[in-house]
């Protein structure tokens, strides 16, 4: 007896527990006189090889067996709509990430390698790791051709060597130069950062100071106090910063209070701040308000030098917090750079790499680390200076691989200009559709302020695992060398002889003959670039590479992307082609423990992906979930937030849903066992059968919907609810009776397996993107697919004609009254009949599906399951009025339908068939 009997017969709420013993039991209830088993053969029940449930080595198994027939989810929601997809996987393969990777087992020996030794370990580590990634990736079933003709890599020879020809273009454009500017500099990596290389720590701890700077020059406004000490007060957190102090910055619109001490110092400080710096440095009673525009011309004296300084205004400089004045170092702030730009001060950093003071800053400051003792000496070097300090916990940027704080430092590096990419850049958005839907407004809003924000984009990095920047200097002025022509003769150099080439050979080889003569110098007067190309511009140019016509229909990342591969792809795009390289973006979450904790190996709580597919070492306490359940957890929570909880909860809730689709799809695989006919049967389709195809129809469109506008969460949930509600509760229930006892060559029967044909055909297919494993595995054994065809390489297309709002209409109305029923019903409805009283309207929709004013066998008696309804029509009345009653006789016990003509009779139905089966 099938396993999957009881979902149809049983008449329990668990729509997905199943009795196999509920059938038998039902016989014995009907009569002590009558052996039910003699009737077993005659039930059509359902029968498949398919397995209600695969778990263990079986699950890993059958995963390997299908690996080879199988796509991705969003690739493989295109396809089955008949769309052509081309998929290139890549890899970003450059970066300080790697480079350490390679080098951390070496430890201190790693200091005296040289960079080709460095670059030769970094490949391996990079090679060895897309190895074993891109078998994970096979394994979860993602379509791409995976060999490496197939593939793209950043440091494969012809991605670089057309980096190095996108760099020249964007060069002679102007687009790209050399230039002192702050980056964000992380002394423990020794190279410069992006803001997408950061992670902001909000338990950093600094030591802020409330610094007294004395003026020199009074503004007009405040000449009456003229004689009397006026110090401005600024408020930091880098107190280091401030041996490059170049101005102090005020906000023009706000008010300013200059307030008197008790030893007639005056200070000036935001008048809604004057509570707050009273607490830190004693009463101060106000004596005169201006506003910041009334700074304007005057000067303080530098805590260090004793030079005199101006005042600025600052468009940054707010009253949230400090004192509403702020000390200005351009060479230790983007904010302060463009202030300094504006105002023409100088750019002083006096760091060096290892986040050390250089000798400039003074023999009593060489040396010292600027995050640790350096910020102390500075404190003490202007001890009279400061009024206030304390340790101050705030979010503070970090080196997102060494974990450590990073700094702000101006240095020479190569940049691109934004500024004259953004107006373009930010027109192209507006045609750039982001996905899902429901976090478009604020990811669009993300980019856009991402890109109006960014000042300037720093390129360069000095490290040495990337592609290198085409430039020679003069040794003696550091003045740039490069044009086109002698790219392509490095382009050439690195096809002849590898990209270590650009570290290896001499420096009259890499510069040639034909330029040392344009030149007229010798090789000896040059030297080659030390830097090479940030990793976002390595990624970002990726579209130059991989896309035939420079535009794709959909970058895929995460949320992260938009301060990353999104904004730089879409620069360098508009730079090089005037357009953006997409036409839509989707943006997923970040996977998180139960407590909201980002995946860390070092806090230990990383849970393995291919853990979850295969399980642990012991199965029994990590069970191979497979990979279906992985991509139900992706599908069902990947796509609506931006953290997404990776739990045992959440991915045991995964493998339920997947069994339960299974056990649905175990059912109508068993439904459509080819019962041996003599003759072809043409099926008849009852009301119920054409009011399915109407959902199918509908939920057809509906999840084609979702698929297109990449609501993956949506699409698990509306597939649940329909196949748990409208096939599982619904129609297969109703049917049971059609499908189990009436003869094989029924033309009613035919039509419930046709519509069940039909059901299954939709069901696989909109499920296959999310959950491929279980969609081939199922049409692998559907009674249909002798050849064992890939669910991918069959075509099925929904017919107009499905939509039917009339019939529709009919069954709706019914299952109101259906409902009605349930509620008054406290035995098996079978044995009841009804007499059903309902108004014009209703009765008049109703009818069709009894024609007769009274019946036994009408479509109606099938949908309410009662063996005998009287329709009534009666005006005035809103609601059906029902009247139940048990009939007299007992039921069929073969079919548990039709009433006995006689005790130990079967229904005439039942009788007939019988009849023909023992003759």
């Not at 045609?431 to 976090?439: F, K, L």
């Not at 609506?640 to 109508?668: D, M, W, Y």
Request: hydrophobic fraction near 40%; charged fraction near 20%; aromatic fraction near 10%.
């Amino acid at each position: 007896m099938s396993a999957g009997l009881g979902v149809i017969l049983g008449q329990t709420k668990n729509l997905f527990s199943y009795n196999t013993k509920s059938l038998l039991l039902r016989y014995v209830q009907t009569s002590e006189n009558v052996n039910p088993k003699k009737y077993t053969a005659s039930i059509l029940l359902p029968q498949t090889k398919f397995p209600s449930r695969i778990s263990g080595k079986k699950r890993v198994d059958m995963d390997k067996y299908l690996l080879e027939i199988l796509k991705d989810i969003t690739i493989r929601s295109k396809i089955i709509r008949g769309q052509r997809v081309h998929f290139i996987p890549g890899w970003d393969c450059h970066g300080l990430p790697i480079e350490m990777k390679a080098l951390i087992s070496l430890k201190e020996s790693a200091m005296n390698l040289t960079s080709v030794e460095i670059r030769q370990k970094a490949q391996k580590y990079a090679n060895e790791a897309i190895s074993q990634q891109r078998d994970v990736f096979m394994s979860w079933g993602i379509m791409a051709d995976w060999k490496e003709s197939g593939c793209y890599f950043t440091h494969h020879t012809s991605y670089v060597i057309n980096q190095l020809r996108q760099f020249i273009t964007l060069y002679e454009k102007g687009l790209v130069n050399r230039d002192f500017k702050p980056v964000y500099w992380s002394p423990s990596s020794r190279t410069a950062l992006a803001e997408s290389e950061l992670e902001y720590n909000e338990q950093h701890v600094s030591k802020s100071a409330t610094i007294r700077l004395l003026l020199d020059v009074l503004p007009p406004a405040l000449v009456s106090l003229k004689g009397h000490p006026v110090y401005a007060l600024t408020w930091t957190t880098t107190p280091w910063t401030l041996v490059a102090n170049e101005a102090i910055a005020f906000a023009e619109d706000v008010k300013y209070c200059v307030a008197e001490d008790s030893e007639m110092n005056f200070y000036i400080v935001a008048e809604n701040l004057l509570n707050k710096i009273q607490e830190k440095i004693g009463i101060l009673k106000p004596s005169i308000t201006i506003t910041g525009t009334e700074l304007r011309g005057g000067r303080y004296l530098q805590p260090i030098t004793g030079l005199s300084s101006p005042f600025v205004p600052g468009s940054h400089v707010t009253t949230a917090k400090g004192t509403g004045l702020v000390h200005i170092a351009p060479g230790h702030g983007m904010d302060d750079f463009l202030i300094g730009l504006a105002n023409k001060l100088p750019v002083l950093s006096l760091v060096d790499e290892n986040g050390c003071y250089t000798a400039d800053a003074g023999p009593d400051l060489v040396g010292l680390n600027v995050l640790n003792e350096g910020g102390e000496a500075i404190l003490n070097k202007i001890q009279s200076n400061v009024v206030h300090t304390e340790n101050y916990q705030h979010s503070y940027p970090y080196d997102w691989r060494t974990k450590e704080p990073v700094i702000v430092k101006a240095s020479k590096q190569w940049f691109i200009n934004t500024s004259a990419l953004k107006q373009q850049a930010l027109d192209s958005l507006q045609n750039v559709s982001v996905y899902p839907v429901c976090n478009s407004a604020s990811s669009t809003n993300s980019l856009t302020q991402q890109v109006k924000m960014r000042p300037y984009w720093c390129i360069s990095r000095q490290r040495v695992w990337g592609t290198p920047i085409p430039v020679l200097y003069y040794r003696d002025t550091g003045d740039i060398i490069t044009n086109r022509d002698w790219n392509e003769r490095l382009c050439h150099l690195m096809q002849k002889y590898g990209l270590d080439c650009w570290w290896e050979l001499p420096i009259e080889k890499l510069a040639g003959k034909k330029l040392l003569r344009e030149l007229e110098v010798d090789a000896s007067e040059l030297e080659r670039g030390q830097d090479i190309l940030d990793i976002w511009f390595d990624s970002g140019i990726s579209w130059s590479t991989v896309l035939p016509d420079g535009k794709a229909d959909l970058y895929l990342e995460g949320i992260d992307q938009f301060t990353g591969w999104f904004q730089s792809s879409l620069l360098t795009s508009i730079a090089l082609q005037g357009a953006a390289p997409y036409k839509s973006l989707f943006a997923h979450g970040f996977a998180v423990d139960d407590k909201g904790h980002k995946m860390s190996k070092s806090l230990g709580n990383v849970i393995d992906p291919e853990e979850v597919t295969q399980g642990g070492e012991d199965l029994k306490k990590k069970p191979a979930y497979g990979v279906d359940t992985l991509r139900w957890w992706v599908a069902s929570h990947g796509t609506q937030h931006s953290l997404v909880p990776v739990t045992e909860k959440l991915l045991k809730g995964s493998a339920e849903s997947v069994q339960k689709l299974r056990l649905i799809f175990r059912f109508l695989l068993g439904a459509l066992h080819p019962y041996p006919c003599d003759t072809p049967i043409e099926p008849e389709y009852h009301y119920l059968d054409k009011y399915l195809l109407h959902q199918l129809y509908h939920y057809d469109k509906r999840i084609e919907t979702l698929y297109s506008n990449y609501e993956y969460h949506n699409a698990c949930r509306v597939i649940i609810h329909f196949v748990a509600n409208t096939v599982s509760a619904l129609y297969c229930h109703l049917i049971k009776d059609r499908l189990y006892c009436n003869s094989i060559n029924s033309s009613h029967r035919a039509g419930a397996v046709d519509v069940i044909s039909e059901i299954l055909a939709v069901l696989t297919r909109s499920l296959a993107p999310i959950l491929p494993h279980l969609a081939e595995e199922v049409w692998l054994h559907h009674p249909d697919n002798l050849a064992s065809v890939p669910l991918f390489h069959s075509a099925h297309n929904l017919p107009k004609d499905w939509d039917q709002p009339s019939i529709a209409k009919v069954i709706e109305n019914a299952l109101d009254i259906k409902a009605a029923i349930t509620k008054l019903a406290t035995i098996n409805t079978w044995e009841l009949a009804a007499t059903i009283t309902l108004n014009p309207a209703q009765y008049s929709i109703v009818m069709a599906l009894q024609q007769d004013e009274s019946s036994t066998t009408s479509q109606l008696c099938e949908l309410f399951q009662l063996s005998a309804i009287t329709l009534i029509a009666k005006d005035g009345i809103e609601d059906a009025v029902i009247d139940l009653k048990p009939i007299e006789k007992s039921l069929c016990a073969r079919c548990y339908r039709y009433p006995e003509p006689q005790p130990g009779k079967l229904c005439a139905r039942c009788d007939d068939i019988i009849s023909h089966l023992s003759t």
